[in-house]
């Protein structure tokens, strides 16, 4: 089982350039988030959807934008890349919609903005 | 402000010692408390799910437990393979609904 795939695994980016971090699962989950890993800070919810054609934001969502036209598929673009977005994007997917449902995670892609 | 506090930052342990790792939170109306394990160059892995105080849950040398202020991941006779970072996240009951992580303890076992 492939589970949650994300692409692409690294990437350098200079400042103002857009680009979109893949991910898509094949569990059938509901629901599909992206979080971001930053060196002394814990995980933190940039975007998420319940479902096909449902998004909303979550902690830091400025700088980034989403959409979920299918069940498996959940982009994230950066619309301007900034220094401030290196970090280590995480794509996660549950079952349900339900907060408390556990979530499964992508290998991550680590994002380099000079 | 809700915050959940992991302690300590990094352990290192030889084979075969046992110990534990710390999770403490300040949250108002605790739904849930989830530990992970993450490995270098890995998205995080889900462990246990933990409830209410007095709950314990056990996957081969770890065990979890939960009080009404903190969590604690038991680790007996750890293995070098038992190496990574541990995370815990909390899930209030009002509020966002999101989960709030903390930074993670890193785990070395030296064989």
């Known amino acids: 089982n492939a589970g949650v795939t994300q692409t692409p695994k690294f990437q350098v980016l200079k400042t103002g350039q857009s680009m979109t971090l893949q991910c898509a699962q094949d569990m059938n989950h509901e629901y599909m988030s992206w979080y971001r890993q930053d060196p002394g800070m814990g995980l933190r919810l940039i975007h998420y959807?319940?479902?096909?054609?449902?998004?909303d934001q979550g902690e830091v969502p400025n700088g980034y934008n989403v959409s979920r036209s299918t069940t498996e598929d959940f982009p994230l673009r950066l619309l301007s890349a900034a220094p401030s977005q290196t970090s280590v994007y995480f794509c996660?997917?549950?079952?349900?919609?339900?907060?408390?449902?556990?979530?499964?995670f992508g290998s991550g892609t680590q994002l380099s903005v000079l | 402000e809700d915050q959940v506090t992991q302690s300590p930052e990094a352990l290192r342990l030889q084979e075969g010692e046992s110990s534990s790792l710390n999770c403490s939170y300040t949250v108002s109306g605790l739904r849930g408390l989830f530990w992970y394990r993450q490995d270098p160059g890995k998205g995080p892995e889900f462990l246990f799910t933990?409830?209410?105080a007095g709950e314990e849950k056990e996957k081969e040398r770890l065990k979890a437990t939960l009080t009404k202020k903190e969590s604690f991941l038991h680790i007996t006779a750890p293995k070098p393979e038992d190496s990574a970072t541990y995370l815990c996240?909390?899930?209030?009951?009002?509020?966002?609904?999101?989960?709030?992580f903390g930074t993670g303890t890193r785990l070395t076992i030296i064989p």
């Open positions: 996240a909390v899930l209030m009951y009002f509020g966002n609904e999101k989960l709030t």
């Open positions: 996660a997917s549950s079952y349900s919609y339900r907060a408390d449902e556990k979530l499964f």
């Open positions: 959807s319940v479902g096909a054609g449902i998004t």
């Open positions: 933990l409830y209410s």
